[in-house]
């Protein structure tokens, strides 16, 4: 739906949801904007950052950047700002992401350097998202492919019955645009498919390999998307009347070897918690970034997490509703966010995800609605 709107301003779009949401805050007091592209080029190229805060009207004085670490790319502009709100140096930022596959696929454009492979640094098919994900399967033999359609079904389930709540509508920012039947307007979710089967699911293709387990139903969709944040400090929400959604505890990113990328979230998991001083048993809800079944299933048998624990992506994923690469971090946020406000029992909260090459990404949030005797009564 997006094929006739420029990826610059699909995240313009967000930006401009977002201050008309915090109408508080004067746009001059806002003192970086840190926008995430995974391929820089075209539409997402020239400083990403200070376009989109040009366009979206923010005053010129206003700086801007951006930044690149693939599907992590919002996440790690959320933790940069943040590092620098926490330091005294920011009252206010914006962070986010966007990436419009269709008109930049993954890998579009890119020379790898040849050193990769003649000094067989990483495998060949490294760069290869679907095949890392068949190599997890490979190495951990309970994670089978029937429980990745398993967990990518009850994924399309509970998203489904989210959007019927009404719950994901809230985070939307509606956009106009121009189709073959004339012009339109982008209210939900394009790519969600509620009538999936476990059947349908065990028949499909598996691309990356004959008889793989990876396949287009149990990995995320290739779309495009663009989000935006509104981070601040404590001192500076107070001061324009701004009730917080979550509050940022630690974050941490990790590197493991790029042939099995998803499993990147387990050890930048353990090193955020260790940098919070917490554990896993602290951890009350779980937004996962779904780029592939096994991958959340290895994080999760890490842990000892059962498949149909409820902590584990309540509303979904982007197995339901895709993964547009540089975006997603924020996504997981803002879903986490909306779940924090409705459930005052849960106090503290994870945002992960892999990364292609071998990293991983998470952060722990507190929600500022929490409340010991509503935790005590669930």
């Known amino acids: 739906m997006y094929w006739n709107t420029r990826a610059d301003d699909l995240v313009v779009k967000a930006i401009v949801g977002l201050l008309e949401r915090n109408p508080n805050v004067p746009k001059d007091r806002i003192d970086d904007v840190a926008i995430a592209a995974t391929t820089q080029t075209g539409d997402q190229g020239l400083t990403l950052g200070r376009t989109a805060a040009i366009l979206a009207g923010l005053p010129k004085t206003v700086p801007g950047f951006s930044i690149d670490r693939m599907c992590a790319g919002a996440m790690t502009a ?77 994924s399309q389930q509970k998203t489904a019955a989210a959007y019927a709540a009404g719950k994901i509508q809230q985070d939307l920012v509606s956009v106009a645009i121009r189709t073959e039947q004339g012009w339109g307007l982008a209210t939900h979710d394009e790519v969600m498919r509620p009538e999936t089967t476990l059947e349908g699911l065990a028949a499909l293709k598996t691309p990356f390999r004959p008889h793989g387990r990876v396949t287009a139903g149990n990995a995320s969709g290739l779309n495009d998307g663009a989000t935006a944040a509104l981070l601040a400090s404590g001192d500076a ?47 009350d809800l779980f937004e996962m970034n779904e780029a592939f079944a096994v991958q959340v299933l290895s994080f999760m048998d890490h842990y000892g997490i059962d498949d149909e624990d409820p902590r584990i992506n309540p509303w979904g994923g982007a197995i339901a509703v895709g993964h547009p690469l540089a975006s997603s971090g924020v996504r997981l946020m803002n879903q986490l966010a909306s779940q924090f406000a409705e459930r005052p029992e849960l106090r503290y909260g994870i945002t992960s995800m892999c990364v292609g090459l071998g990293q991983g990404g998470t952060m722990i949030w507190e929600n500022p609605n929490f409340d010991k005797k509503a935790k005590k009564r669930a």
């Open 237 to 283: 929400a107070k001061e324009f009347g701004l009730a917080p959604k979550m509050k940022l505890v630690s974050f941490a990113f990790a590197g493991v070897d790029p042939e099995i990328m998803g499993i990147g979230p387990i050890p930048a998991t353990e090193k955020a918690l260790r940098k919070a001083g917490l554990s896993i048993d602290d951890i």
């Open 78 to 154: 959320a933790a940069m700002v943040s590092g620098s709100i926490g330091y005294g140096m920011y009252d206010f930022a914006i962070a986010g992401g966007v990436e419009h596959m269709g008109h930049h696929p993954m890998g579009s454009g890119v020379d790898p350097n040849p050193r990769f492979l003649s000094e067989r640094l990483v495998g060949e098919d490294a760069l290869v998202m679907g095949a890392t994900a068949e190599r997890i399967h490979d190495r951990f033999p309970q994670l089978t492919k029937e429980r990745s359609d398993r967990f990518a079904l009850a």
